[in-house]
């Protein structure tokens, strides 16, 4: 009977053995890479700002404008 419990323990602890290995071998396949688009961050900053100025343009154009507006929505 302890045989038995042993048995199952050591199979279980493979199991995680198993399962760790091939968590480490997914996590080694992402690895993180800094962001090298060749712009610095204040130019970052820059492209950001202007993206979130354009979208927000848009959103005030759609709600004062409707359907017509562009945004591409359903029509209802």
């Known amino acids: 009977m302890i045989d ?7 199979e ?3 199991q995680r053995d198993r399962d760790r290995e091939r968590a480490q071998a997914r996590a080694g396949s992402k ?3 800094p962001r090298n ?8 900053r820059e492209r950001d700002a202007k993206a979130l100025q354009e ?3 848009r959103k005030a154009a759609m ?6 507006a562009g945004g591409g929505g359903k029509i209802k």
């Open 63 to 68: 709600a004062a404008g409707g359907i017509n």
């Open 4 to 10: 038995d419990f042993r048995q199952r323990n050591s």
């Open 37 to 44: 688009d060749g712009s610095t961050p204040e130019q970052r």
């Open 31 to 33: 690895t993180k890479q």
């Open 55 to 57: 979208k927000t343009a």
């Open 12 to 14: 279980r602890g493979n």
